[in-house]
């Protein structure tokens, strides 16, 4: 399953890893892990709610029965390229929209727009397109700091995969 939450870019991995350390070993609730999240980042319980899906979809945290826990498995570069790639809504048609040519973010949205869910522009048809703009320049400011995409002074552009 492929999830929508795509917090906030940060300058460096470090923020991911923070988000993952504050997930608890030892199962917790929704709303503690949360809360712990969003403690450690010192975010809103709504975004520390967005970092732990993020950290979910990225193989870093995964629920249990007795609600989240932290994967103990510190994956490489490449594992949260693929994981972010595979797991993230949106992430693979924004990668997709990158060539060897550099492409502005209104222009990889312009490329995006039709996988936009038609529910999202009628729940809010004043402001789903500002809100999907700046998912897909998150999407593509994570995908730089996967390796998945390169920011050059014009625009984005895809970067292969290592081998």
């Known amino acids: ?27 917790g609730s929704e709303d ?5 999240v969003a403690n450690r980042l010192d975010v809103t319980p709504d975004e520390g709610r967005d970092w732990l899906v993020f950290c979910q979809s990225l193989g870093l945290a995964r629920e249990v029965s007795r609600g989240f826990e932290r994967v ?4 490489t570069r490449d594992d949260l390229r693929a994981a972010f790639e595979a797991n993230v809504f949106g992430a693979r048609e924004v990668l997709d929209a990158l060539g060897d040519e550099p492409r502005s ?4 949205f312009d490329a995006f727009e039709p996988t936009v869910p038609n529910w999202e522009r009628h729940r809010d048809p004043d402001g789903w397109e500002s809100r999907w703009r700046n998912r897909v320049a998150r999407l593509l400011d994570w995908a730089v700091l996967f390796g998945a995409a390169a920011r050059k002074p014009d625009g984005y552009v895809a970067v292969e995969e290592s081998a």
């Open 1 to 27: 399953m492929r999830r929508k939450p795509v917090p906030p870019t940060p300058d460096s991995l470090d923020r991911l890893w923070d988000a993952h350390r504050a997930v608890p070993l030892i199962p």
């Open 32 to 36: 503690d892990c949360c809360g712990r």
């Open 72 to 75: 103990r498995e510190d994956p």
């Open 105 to 108: 973010a209104d222009a990889v």
